[in-house]
């Protein structure tokens, strides 16, 4: 008899290290994204000069969307099932980053501006999901 050990949680094919590595690749991506476009948004808005302060609140959720929402496109693609699930958490771990960057930067918001925040990028992140888990894969 041949004695092999098995290791579940770290084999190559196990579900947890799969969800773990799209997560993972997912929001990495995602936050790479996001500071590139908060650096293009920063310097065309110091190159236009002037813009009021509400605009700038829409700015940042719109790229914290799209940034959550290619998140959940890379993770659906790395973990090729679960769409949903893993960009949905990809947005929320983004979010949670971005969070986390504010209370460094001791930026203080509102409750409501937060959960919008919140809501905005995990349903982002989900429809990114979705929408690379929907696509259909190459027949070799």
Same mark, same amino acid.
């Given at each position: 008899m041949s004695h092999k050990k098995r290791v579940v949680a770290f084999s190559s094919t196990s579900p947890a290290l799969t969800i773990f590595r799209a997560v993972l690749f997912g929001t990495i991506f995602g936050t790479i994204f996001c500071? $590139? +476009?908060? +650096?293009?948004?920063?310097?065309?808005?110091? !190159?236009? =000069?002037?813009?009021?302060?509400?605009? +700038?609140?829409?700015?940042? *959720?719109? $790229? !914290?969307? $799209? !940034?959550?929402? *290619? %998140? =959940? +496109? $890379? %993770? %659906?693609?790395? =973990?090729?099932?679960?769409?949903l699930i893993l960009g949905a958490i990809c947005g929320v771990v983004l979010f949670l980053i971005c969070l986390l960057a504010g209370m460094l930067h001791s930026q203080i918001e509102n409750a409501g501006a937060v959960l919008m925040r919140l809501i905005i990028m995990s349903l982002a992140g989900a429809l990114g999901g979705f929408v690379m888990a929907g696509k259909p894969t190459k027949i070799k």
């Amino acid at each position: 008899m041949s004695h092999k050990k098995r290791v579940v949680a770290f084999s190559s094919t196990s579900p947890a290290l799969t969800i773990f590595r799209a997560v993972l690749f997912g929001t990495i991506f995602g936050t790479i994204f996001c500071a $590139v +476009l908060l +650096l293009i948004c920063a310097w065309a808005i110091t !190159s236009i =000069g002037q813009i009021p302060q509400d605009y +700038l609140q829409t700015i940042i *959720l719109g $790229v !914290s969307g $799209v !940034s959550a929402f *290619l %998140a =959940g +496109l $890379v %993770a %659906a693609k790395v =973990g090729k099932k679960r769409g949903l699930i893993l960009g949905a958490i990809c947005g929320v771990v983004l979010f949670l980053i971005c969070l986390l960057a504010g209370m460094l930067h001791s930026q203080i918001e509102n409750a409501g501006a937060v959960l919008m925040r919140l809501i905005i990028m995990s349903l982002a992140g989900a429809l990114g999901g979705f929408v690379m888990a929907g696509k259909p894969t190459k027949i070799k």
